[in-house]
């Protein structure tokens, strides 16, 4: 599987480069034929006027020039009939090429820019890359790679996304623009709500919607350790990968855990999706710290918003896009923490968080006491706003 994406990525880059020469050689070709054509009009012109007026090579390329680009001095103009004739058809035809190599050499200088421009750009983007530190790694985009983030984003994580499909690649943006999804939920929840055009964004180039969001992004083979190493996963606290195949999903989590150990990047902690439960010991093995099947969550959700509709129905919210503010977190209790014997409420009166459960020693206490005394090396979950 792994073999067949790299070759499909190397014939997609091939073909990329095929394309791209082809039309250079087009539009180096056109402003070449223009060239000619330009040639041909000042040598045609010029022995018209010598051979209809008898004027000198010198006058007759003179006025051949301000005939094509159409100055018109009008200090020499034709006096015989023959002469007269010729200027009238020449003009037109002088105006016609004219225009055609105005526009081929217009063309031409837009696509330099444009390139200039992408190149810019990729630099940029690359020399941002380059300077992430204790950074996410989202490879895949798609349905649940696009909710992955979303989440990333709200909280201020930073993260690179590596997602070969533009298609793909260009909705997991749009998830992200702001103004898009506003626009998107008016239309959602309010039937009678005008449409408003969003082809704008859905047609925008995927640089310049990345660059207008804010996101980091790779289109290649999220499998491929290049793409890996060019995401910057020596300095990364960790990997998320949500692809729909577990081939894909078990080959990153081999490759990431494999580059972290020859990249001396010990804490790089591997997140996997998998989509098939009997999977999860192969990604275990592999070196997937935690790994997550959407399906049993989903299952469990469905079936709660049966069994305890109200309780399902808050935990849908929190989650949702309807408030983005109320968070799960974790608070760490280091050696030299201050909030060594410390209480749960006089810890949640600082943090103006809720604590639902403390990990100690392996065990979790739930909805631990407000007298609870806390620990050094206690994790305490709690619930509260961004």
Known sequence: MRYFRNNRSSLTQSLDVILQRFRKTIINSNVAYAGLLIIGLVVIGSLGYSLLEGWSLIDSVYVTIITITTVGYGDLTPETPAGRIFAIFFTLIAIGVAGYALSTVAVLVIEHQQVQVKQMMEER??????????????????????????????????????????SILRWTLLYLHQDYMARKLRQFHHLDYVQSDTTEYERQDIAELAEHVGALYLQEDNTDDAAL???????????????????????????????????????????????DEPNKRKLKAAGADAIVSPNVMGGFQIASSLLQPEVAAYWDYILSEYDETVRFKELYIEHHSELIGQTVSEVCRRFNQVVIAIKRNGTYIHVPDPATVMEKADILIVVGTL
């Open 125 to 166: 983007k690359m020399k941002q890359i380059a300077d992430l530190n204790d950074h996410i790694i989202l490879c895949g985009g798609g349905y649940i790679g696009k909710r992955v983030a979303h989440e990333l984003y709200q909280t201020g994580t930073p993260f690179v996304i590596i997602e070969p499909d533009e």
């Open 229 to 275: 190493m060019r995401a910057g996963i020596e300095r990364a606290r960790g990997l998320i990968t949500t692809m729909e195949d577990d081939r894909d999903n078990l080959f990153t989590v081999l490759s990431a855990r494999q580059l972290a150990k020859h990249l001396n990047n010990p804490r790089l902690r591997i997140i996997s999706r998998v989509v």
